[in-house]
């Protein structure tokens, strides 16, 4: 498998994933314009996409959809709620409702509920042959039930949101810092690390962390609560790093 981060942030996400008989994006933010882009900058045709994963129906992951699906007619994987959800999502061919395990070709897509202030939000494993990915983004906890499905995968596009003291002190009204760090909100850069360290594994290759907030995080402080966290439990691991706003990750392979 073939993966890049296209845009990650609350202005829009975006990831790519490549096998040898099938092109995917998980979630569509931002714009068509952007995606095509972004894709044209990995010399793929937007033409060419097969499915579209969506994780849940907040703008920051669909906003994009509508436009895309209307010009290249791509087929939609989502559930039954957030299908209600999408109002304009009208081209019902193209639609597949998923609940339990999906079988694409030579991709098995594993749906785990995530815990978002979203219809139905889900996040993701995905395989195939003997490789895996991990795809947990807006979330406000990981359920200690995933915890065996989730360990020991290759790779982890893991969501790292907030540092909970700049947020706190940062410019966001009371509601909207209760909202962030509830829950149904977002996984802090402390709570990602945790997670990380109890879910990486000796077959554990790389970890993207996701999601990052321009307002209340910075690359280098979550880079750095992972490292020290890791250090904390004795995991041995230091091949991480952040997706980007607004550029694609170099290859996951």
Sequence with gaps: MKVYVLSSGSEGNATYIETENLKLIIDLGRNAKYIKTKLAEINVNPAEIDYIL????????????????????????????????LSDLKDYDN????????YLKDLKITPIKSS????????????????????VTDTGYVNRKYFEMLRNKEI????????????????????????????FGHLSNKDS???????????????????????????????????????EYNVEFNNYKCAKRSEITEVLK
């Design 54 to 85: 969506i994780s849940h129906t907040h703008k920051d992951h669909t906003s994009a959809l509508k436009t895309f699906v209307g010009k290249y007619k791509t087929k939609v994987l989502l559930s039954q709620e957030m299908f209600y959800d």
């Design 193 to 231: 690390a945790f997670y990380l360290c109890k879910l990486i594994g000796e077959n554990t290759k790389q970890v993207v962390l996701m999601h990052l907030s321009h307002i209340n995080n910075t690359e280098e402080i979550a880079l750095n609560t992972l490292k020290d966290t890791l250090k």
């Design 116 to 135: 978002h202030d979203a219809p139905d939000a889900r996040n993701f494993i995905i395989e195939n042959a003997n490789h895996s990915i991990v795809y």
């Design 156 to 183: 982890y596009l893991f969501e790292s949101n907030h540092d909970i003291e700049m947020l706190m002190n940062g410019p966001y009204p009371k509601w909207l810092k209760t909202r962030v760090v509830g829950s």
């Design 95 to 102: 639609i597949i409702i998923y609940d339990e395990d999906i």
